[in-house]
């Protein structure tokens, strides 16, 4: 198992040696660091393959962003590894990039998805005044920290929320832009009827980022094979805030 890291900034991150590969995509202003804690409840039952997306941990930009560059660019770190079966896990930003990759893949290689408040196939709403602060004050150390409070509903240990905020500041400006601007309003709602792998939903409904309800419509209702687990009392850094039962309920989808 891997120490804790507040800072990795290597392409790939892994933990564990199960025969079961998970990738792991995550969420806007994290990195790959970000899933070490579920990781850490996963043991060695699992590998663990966690990506820095390009524009945060560390990899460098993509020079022209799009879901589907990112989709490609997944793609590729994942074949060059050599991964021939897998399950795909991402959480916001990096569950819409996962609904993106499985649109695009060919035969079984990915077994199913395990989404943990994902960024809608839609359009992801935000308002005005809260996109104009992550706007005009990245990467300022203050701006991380309000982004990390006004996220996160159960408490954060002071590594956890280093973390955040370390992952937020780093994050590049060009990637972080792409995503304000287009990324998060580029909807492919119209691919997931090309989405044919089992999906499990992790959602809070006290997420004060992506609104439960909008979960429900513009992820699970728009896929042929996809449950919604409901939690409460949880933020939307569902992998920091309880990793324990993200762990476990990943643990469930992947036996049944």
């Known amino acids: ?136 004050h990245h990467p300022s150390r203050d701006n991380a920290e309000t982004t990390v409070s006004s996220a996160a509903q159960q408490p954060l240990t002071d590594e956890q929320r280093e973390v955040a905020i370390q992952t937020h500041v780093m994050s590049d400006s060009s990637a972080w832009r792409w995503w304000l601007l287009e990324g998060m309003t580029h909807s492919i709602a119209a691919q997931m009827q090309r989405v044919q792998m089992p999906v499990t939903v992790l959602a809070s409904k006290d997420d004060p980022v992506i609104p439960y309800d909008k979960i429900q419509t513009d992820v699970v209702d728009l896929l042929q094979q996809a449950q919604l687990v409901a939690i409460q009392e949880v933020g939307h850094l569902i992998p920091l805030e309880v990793p324990e039962l993200a762990a476990q309920q990943l643990r469930t989808a992947l036996r049944s």
């Open 1 to 136: 198992m891997a120490t804790v890291k507040t800072a990795d900034t290597a392409p790939v991150v892994q933990w564990g040696s199960g025969e079961t590969v998970l990738v792991l995509l995550h969420y806007f202003s994290g990195a790959a660091v970000s899933w070490q804690w579920m990781a850490a409840q996963l043991g060695d039952d699992y590998r663990c393959v966690a990506l820095n997306l390009p524009g945060f941990g560390g990899t460098p930009p993509l020079k022209s962003p799009s879901l589907q560059g990112y989709a490609d660019w997944v793609r590729k770190e994942i074949e060059q590894l050599g991964i021939q079966r897998y399950t795909l896990v991402g959480h916001s930003m990096g569950g819409k990039l996962a609904l993106q990759v499985a649109a695009d893949a060919q035969g079984d290689q990915i077994q199913q998805l395990f989404l943990m408040a994902p960024s809608p196939a839609t359009q992801e709403p935000m308002p005005e005044e809260e996109k104009r602060r992550l706007l005009n």
